[in-house]
């Protein structure tokens, strides 16, 4: 069977792929060519990422498409209910990325508690001018130890995130209306484990109780973070997205930052993905990273694998 991993697949995932007599074509085909190369090739799988789209005029139009691969958690590139209404297997991969987004999550934090996403461009351009008017700029730091941060989405990432959280010593507060507690359980480096008891909270509490809140959500219609909510929050709250780019309303987020009702945001997602707004990208209080929550070595490698294991096991 043929495969098209429009977005790139790990080697590993590929030679497991290869090693049960699949052919993967890895090259990058352009959205508007793409209906013209599955037809003309006869691929029979197409494996995406974020990038590529896969909509009902795609899956009317090449009918070899036998299953769309999804490396990640969200399908809202993907006409998922339809392409599963044609009889087409639609597969994701939930579990591979959940700890590299849940550490990038706190490599935001860090940058905007120390100031690291501004002072370290300042740094190339004025650290031999201006060294003692830098240090002195960038030395009201805060300690997370002891703060609280409110996970909005205790799914996998969210569980992941509150590891990393209980293990810095901060109090962690969870919204989900789906869940009610989560069992956390912390993994040493020794084989020992702690486990720990997690019951959720009304929104409205986490948001008038958090130092830093992190959102964690599938994609939706409305943005869940509006200046409703964002006025409930403590005006010093560190708000980080590296969710969905609509989870938070970007003009409020914006106002909010202007107006020093929020203290800082890391965002890793945003609504015109890849053409972000240009008010988020020159604000001076955001951290930012091009969606690359699961883009780590360890991540894609799991991705991958995950991706040939259900391949094989549906159609070996």
Same mark, same amino acid.
């Given at each position: 069977?043929? $495969?098209?991993?429009? @977005? ?70 993907? @006409? ?37 996403? @501004? ?12 060294? !003692?008017? =830098?240090? !002195?700029?960038?030395? @009201? ?5 002891? &703060? ?22 901060? !109090? ?7 869940? &009610?507690?989560?069992?956390?359980? =912390? ?36 943005? =869940? ?5 964002? &006025? !409930? ?24 930052? &202007?107006?020093?009702? $929020? ?54």
């Amino acid at each position: 069977m043929k $495969i098209l991993a429009n @977005d790139g697949i790990s080697h590993n995932g590929i030679k497991l792929l290869e090693s049960h007599n699949f052919s993967v074509n890895t090259k990058n085909i352009k959205q508007e060519n793409l209906i013209e190369f599955i037809n003309n090739e006869k691929i029979e799988i197409i494996l995406v990422r974020s990038a590529t789209k896969i909509r009902k005029d795609l899956i009317d139009k090449c009918p070899s498409i036998k299953l769309i691969g999804r490396g990640g958690v969200g399908m809202d590139n993907i @006409d998922v209910d339809y392409a599963k209404s044609c009889g087409i297997h639609v597969i994701n991969t939930p579990n591979a990325s959940s700890v590299s987004v849940a550490e990038l999550v706190f490599a935001h934090i860090y940058s905007t508690v120390r100031y690291l996403y @501004d002072s370290n461009s300042n740094m190339k351009i004025n650290g031999n001018n201006n060294f !003692k008017k =830098l240090k !002195k700029k960038y030395s @009201d730091g805060s300690e997370i130890r002891g &703060k609280t941060i409110g996970i909005i989405g205790i799914g996998r990432i969210g569980k992941e995130v509150a590891k990393i959280a209980i293990g810095n010593g901060l !109090k962690v507060i969870a919204f989900d209306p789906f869940v &009610k507690s989560i069992e956390v359980s =912390l993994d040493f480096y020794d084989g020992s484990n702690h486990n720990f008891t997690l019951n959720t909270s009304k929104l409205n509490y986490l948001l008038e109780n958090s130092d830093i809140i992190t959102i964690h959500v599938p994609n939706q219609e409305n943005s =869940l973070i509006t200046i409703q909510e964002i &006025k !409930k929050m403590k005006k010093n709250v560190i708000l980080i997205n590296t969710s969905r780019g609509n989870a938070i309303n970007e003009k409020d987020l914006i106002y909010s930052l &202007k107006n020093n009702l $929020i203290n800082k945001a890391g965002i890793d997602v945003f609504k015109n993905e890849p053409n972000p707004d240009n008010n988020i990208l020159s604000s001076d209080n955001i951290s930012l990273t091009p969606h690359i929550g699961a883009a780590t070595i360890e991540a894609q490698n799991k991705i991958g694998i995950e991706l040939a294991n259900q391949i094989i096991s549906i159609f070996k």
